[in-house]
């Protein structure tokens, strides 16, 4: 899992392969439509598409005459499942030190009974 999962966050490291990834989370697309906003060649985005296809994020089709590039949403799932699992984890940390900083701010005051009454000062007349 691991080894798959750094082949996804390699993939998405590149600023393009995501925006790919972006536009085909809207629809399918050939490779010439992936290619028209940007400023290379088609061989360019077919190197970004294979990069993806080897982290397991896309695929290719075949319909009549065009291949259009699917986007693999399952991936996903795998890489949602490792950020929620450190996401959990550090959200009981956080809660932690939250608890820790409400103890040390309210100190011993907190824990009087409520029978028990703070000792006034003041001048003594």
């Not at 085909?24 to 060649?41: F, G, H, N, R």
């Not at 699917?70 to 450190?86: C, N, S």
């Amino acid at each position: 899992m691991a080894d798959e999962l750094s082949k996804v966050f390699a993939a998405l490291a590149d600023p393009t392969r995501r925006d790919m990834v972006a536009r085909l989370a809207v629809s399918d697309a050939t490779v010439s439509q992936l290619a028209e906003p940007y400023d290379v060649s088609i061989q360019a985005v077919s190197k970004h598409l294979k990069v993806l296809a080897d982290a397991g994020l896309v695929s290719r089709g075949r319909e009549a005459q065009t291949r259009p590039v699917h986007l693999e949403a399952e991936v996903f799932d795998l890489m949602t499942k490792w950020i929620e699992r450190y996401r959990r984890q550090a959200e009981e940390r956080y809660q932690r030190l939250d608890d820790l900083l409400v103890e040390m701010n309210d100190g011993p005051a907190a824990h009087r009974r409520e029978d028990e009454k703070p000792r006034k000062r003041g001048k003594a007349s």
